[in-house]
Nanobody
Framework: QLQLVESGGGLVQPGGSLRLSCAAS????????IGWFRQAPGKEREGVSC????????NYADSVKGRFTISRDNDKNTVDLQMNTLKPKDTAVYYC????????????????WGQGTQVTVSS
């Protein structure tokens, strides 16, 4: 089973930063758009950011625009999400996912998902 693995989550104070990483096992991410999603308790999973297969196109949800930056390193087969100026409302389990084609936030379009990494923003 092809799988993605997220890392980098943890507990951080408001205003702090975390860097999440998404790595693939047994396949290359080169041909996939990668999306980051998050799900807070009692809420639906929502799209946070997406990067095209080439890295030339990026997209951010309004709630994270200007604070989060997505990037990819196809040589290392990873996609990172740099999260700055974190707020308590950013607390959620963060997932990365891979899809063919263009970026989108439609969950059903994604073929592969990671297990998620917990991000908690609290003082």
């Amino acid at each position: 089973q092809l799988q993605l693995v997220e890392s980098g989550g943890g507990l951080v104070q408001p205003g702090g930063s975390l860097r999440l990483s998404c790595a693939a096992s047994e396949f290359t991410l080169d041909y996939y758009a990668i999306g980051w999603f998050r799900q807070a308790p009692g809420k639906e999973r929502e799209g946070v950011s997406c990067i095209s297969s080439s890295g030339g196109d990026t997209n951010y949800a309004d709630s994270v625009k200007g604070r989060f930056t997505i990037s990819r390193d196809n040589d290392k087969n990873t996609v990172d999400l740099q999260m700055n100026t974190l707020k308590p409302k950013d607390t959620a389990v963060y997932y990365c996912a891979a899809k063919r084609g263009d970026c989108s936030y439609y969950i059903d379009e994604y073929d592969y998902w990671g297990q998620g990494t917990q991000v908690t923003v609290s003082s």
